[in-house]
Nanobody, 128 residues
Framework: QVQLRESGGGSVQTGGFLRLSCAVSGSTAVTDCMAWFRQAPGKEPEGVAT???????AYAEFAKGRFTISKDNAKNTLYLQMNSLKPEDTAVYYC??????????????????????RGQGTQVTVSS
């Protein structure tokens, strides 16, 4: 089993930044591929960024140039650095993990329900 626990959310103003963390515990053998998703009220979850076992990354268009996904294998922690935040970035952000979704680019196309493990999420609120 794998447990994912996010932290780092909060409220910021437009243009601000946040760094989200996702602590992984349990069997890290199933975390070859990891991702950040977000879900705004009344909307479907959407992929934000993915990172694979070779540390290749992929980003949704809205995240390119503003968000950076990274991981620290020694700490079993996934990160999402979010800069230049906008009100439309307001959502619950959660991490996901799986062992068999291919490369980061391939995994970016997999919806949230296709990932084996997901965290509970952390709220990000961006005010104008």
């Amino acid at each position: 089993q794998v447990q994912l626990r996010e932290s780092g959310g909060g409220s910021v103003q437009t243009g601000g930044f946040l760094r989200l963390s996702c602590a992984v515990s349990g069997s890290t053998a199933v975390t070859d591929c990891m991702a950040w998703f977000r879900q705004a009220p009344g909307k479907e979850p959407e992929g934000v960024a993915t990172i694979d076992s070779d540390s290749n990354t992929a980003y949704a268009e809205f995240a390119k140039g503003r968000f950076t996904i990274s991981k620290d294998n020694a700490k079993n922690t996934l990160y999402l650095q979010m800069n230049s935040l906008k009100p439309e970035d307001t959502a619950v952000y959660y991490c996901a993990a799986d062992s068999s979704l291919g490369t980061a680019i391939q995994a970016l196309g997999v919806p949230s329900r296709g990932w084996g493990f997901r965290g509970q999420g952390t709220q990000v609120t961006v005010s104008s």
